[in-house]
């Protein structure tokens, strides 16, 4: 979730690398770079911190030349410094290369090309890139892509120029966005359209695996195998805000369908059919997971809530027995943790303070400490035993939205961890697991297609003051998160209970008309959910059901329900959230709500 941009053309290439990665901050902004070839010798500026320090530098010392690359970097492979910040060059510094994605078998080919004398200086998964370019390099530098391309495997966004053919700007994508702009007479190439706009609006939209050459004379786009490929050339019409936004309307809605991907990347290596799961930055052994007695896991806001998903799945499938808190509460209760609890922090920042607090009480009372964290060189990264990212990318909406459904991922990978390690699963079954794990990027997409019913059920409900969230199970822990949603960005009150505790009090609440969103995705609990249902539509309730396909005898007992894709109910949790999600999008759009900033709220609470 890196920021890519490029030119090639007559004017001063720096300048316009700065000012388009100025515009792709938003999307990572650790550290920045930019490489440029002058005179036959490639020039590489590139600092950590924030783009300003970059300009800083360029300020003191300008680069020369008409073509170049820059990059803004949010870190996954290797913490925030100069060094691993992009552009990252081969060993004799003539192949530079920007990237965004991650390439998944770069340990492998790391290794390759060590035992062949190549020395890394970086942590990064990029580095290995202008490396394997510099490998077949043979005297043909579209040649090289290509064969470096074919042996990566993961998803890529990548620029490269040469030293070697200083007229080349070469660039290709898989899985990662890339678009390339055209001018008159020069060129561009870009992570996200924003980057190029103040100087063309016409682009070519590449597709994975096609090569992009790129020289002052012309440009020509090229399959794997060479032969040239006929685009037809895109207008952008949008404004530069909603390119930004990727043509939604709000940050938050653009995160909310960029789940699938999240989903997706989170697995990413990890999660592989037949082999047991692959945790880089986990170094706790198998002895050690034996010796747990108890798992605390800790967070607030949202990360809570995808720890109280992270409870069920522990205790459900490698048994072990968990305790899942609110970190402002855990660290003034004075609860009983040593050497034998392990505690896990979420923080998709990794600054809360409270969560911060937590980590740093449970190493003192000597816990091992494991962090599930969005950010890579977060505090909570650095300071925890172990760190387990979600790679999310940047959330720029205050609504955490797809930093939620990686947490979730991040659970359901340390359960099946856990399991695998204590031996309390079959391996088939572990297997089933995560078959039906990788189905879900499938999934979370077609839920998106269906927004619809969403809508109207929003255009009803949007100038009501009061709503209830009911679940069992599962489905109790998605019903606080839809309701947070709810309250953070709509301003409607809304409380979520466990359907089988309404009885107990809350129920006195329901009358004509109130508004319950009832979650039955739990197969187990289905009867259960359903008598509960009941239950307030005898006191008047307009009850919206959320339900697997298949479960349609819940019709004759509710108002409208929504039905999502078929999935096993352990994993309901990743794809019924979204309808919650887009719910309270829609809801607070219709009250004309500020849905990215909300009121009163921060991003990070790095406060007490
Ligand atoms: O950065 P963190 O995950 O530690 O933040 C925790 C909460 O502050 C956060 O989830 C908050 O509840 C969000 N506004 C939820 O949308």
Redesign the pocket.
């Known amino acids: 979730m890196c920021g890519i941009v490029g030119y090639i053309g007559k004017r001063q290439a720096s300048s316009i690398l700065v000012e388009g990665l100025t515009k792709l901050e938003y999307r990572g902004y650790d550290s920045a770079g930019v490489a440029i070839i002058h005179n036959g010798c490639l020039d590489v500026t590139k600092c950590k911190g924030r783009l300003a320090n970059l300009e800083k530098r360029l300020e003191i010392n300008p680069i020369e030349g008409t073509m170049g690359i820059g990059h803004t970097r949010w870190a996954t492979h290797g913490e925030p410094s100069d060094v691993n910040s992009h552009p990252h060059t081969n060993q004799k510094g003539t192949i530079s290369v920007v990237h965004n994605g991650i390439i998944e078998n770069y340990i492998q080919l790391r290794e390759k090309l060590t035992k062949k004398g190549y020395k890394f200086l970086s942590e990064t998964d990029t580095e290995i890139i202008p490396q394997l370019i510099d490998y077949y390099y043979k005297g043909d530098l579209v040649e090289a892509v290509i064969k470096a391309v074919s042996k990566m495997e993961g998803s890529y966004a990548i620029g490269v120029i040469s030293t070697y053919e200083p007229d080349k700007l070469v660039a290709v994508r898989k899985d990662s966005p890339m678009v390339v702009g055209v001018g008159d007479g020069e060129y561009f190439i870009a992570s996200d359209i924003p980057a190029i706009l103040n100087q063309t609006r016409d682009v070519y939209l590449l597709d994975d695996k096609e090569f992009v050459v790129m020289t002052t004379d012309g440009i020509s786009i090229l399959t794997e195998e060479k032969e040239e490929i006929q685009k037809e050339i895109y207008h952008v019409t949008w404004n530069t805000d909603a390119a930004e936004k990727g043509g939604y309307e709000h940050f938050m809605l653009k995160e909310i369908h960029e789940q699938p991907k999240v989903i997706k990347d989170t697995m990413l290596s990890r999660i592989i059919p037949g082999k047991p799961i692959n945790l880089d930055k986990i170094s706790i052994t198998k002895e050690q997971i034996k010796d747990i007695e108890k798992i605390f896991i800790v ?5 809570y809530h995808a720890g109280v998903i992270g409870k069920y799945v522990i205790e459900k499938l490698a048994r072990i027995p968990v305790e899942v808190d609110i970190a402002s509460e855990f660290r003034y209760r004075k609860p009983i943790i040593n050497e034998k609890t392990l505690v896990i922090v ?4 990794g ?2 303070a409270d ?1 911060l607090a937590v980590l740093r009480d449970a190493k003192a009372h000597k816990s091992r400490v494991i962090a599930v964290t969005n950010v890579v060189g977060s505090s909570v990264s650095r300071e925890a035993d172990d760190v387990l990212y979600t790679w999310a990318g940047p959330e720029i909406a ?3 939205t797809k ?1 939620y459904v990686t947490q979730l991922i991040a659970m359901y990978i340390i359960a099946l961890f856990f399991a695998e390690n204590k031996q309390t699963l079959y391996q088939e079954k572990i297997e089933y697991y995560k078959n039906a794990m990788l189905e879900l990027p499938n999934k979370a997409e077609e839920v998106l297609k269906n927004k619809e019913q969403i809508q109207k059920f929003s255009s009803k409900t949007y100038m009501y003051k009061d709503m209830f969230y009911l679940g069992r199970g599962l489905d109790y822990a998605v019903a606080m998160e839809g309701s ?2 709810l309250k ?1 960005i709509s301003y409607i009150h809304s409380e979520a209970y466990a359907a089988g505790e309404l009885k107990h009090g809350p129920i006195a609440l329901i009358e004509k008309g109130t508004i319950v969103i009832a979650l039955a995705t739990q197969e187990d609990l289905f009867e259960k959910m359903v008598s509960n249902i009941k239950e307030v539509k005898t006191r008047g309730a307009n009850v919206f059901a959320l339900a697997l396909e298949g479960n349609d005898t819940i019709e004759k007992t509710v108002d409208s329900v929504l039905y999502l894709p078929k999935v096993d109910p352990l994993f309901a949790p990743v794809i019924s959230v979204i309808p919650l999600q887009l719910l309270s999008y829609s809801i607070a759009v219709q009250k004309a709500c500020d849905v990215d900033k909300p009121r009163n ?1 921060a991003k ?2 790095t406060v007490e």
């Open positions: 967070a607030c806001g949202t990360a979420i923080s998709q920042s600054e809360t969560t205050v609504a955490s930093a947070l949603k953070e709220l990070s609470v």
